[in-house]
Nanobody
Framework: QVQLVESGGGLVQAGGSLRLSCAAS????????MGWYRQAPGKQRELVAI???????NYDDSVKGRFTISRDNTKNTVYLQMNSLKPEDTSIYYC???????????WGQGTQVTVSS
């Protein structure tokens, strides 16, 4: 059973920074893509950033230049460094990890990020 544990959310003022972490355990196969998504109340879950097994990255336009996704394959952990935070970044952030062979995909429990103006 693959489990994802997220940490790092919280309350921050606009312009501030937060770093989210998501550690995967119980891995039985090689990890492929790792990503961060967010979902605000009344809205659909949306992709924030994703990083492939080789390190290639992709970002939503709204966070380009402000957020950086990275991964530590030795720790099965993905990070999201969020700088220059805006009130519109307020949301629940979820990590997602997909097996390299697409045999499974798991979600974290979510962590609240609140940016005050």
């Amino acid at each position: 059973q693959v489990q994802l544990v997220e940490s790092g959310g919280g309350l921050v003022q606009a312009g501030g920074s937060l770093r989210l972490s998501c550690a995967a355990s119980g891995i039985i196969s090689r990890i492929g893509a790792m990503g961060w998504y967010r979902q605000a109340p009344g809205k659909q879950r949306e992709l924030v950033a994703i990083i492939g097994s080789g390190g290639s990255t992709n970002y939503d336009d709204s966070v380009k230049g402000r957020f950086t996704i990275s991964r530590d394959n030795t720790k099965n952990t993905v990070y999201l460094q969020m700088n220059s935070l805006k009130p519109e970044d307020t949301s629940i952030y979820y990590c997602n990890v997909v097996a390299a062979n697409y045999a499974w995909s798991n979600w974290g429990q979510g962590t609240q990020v609140t940016v005050s103006s």
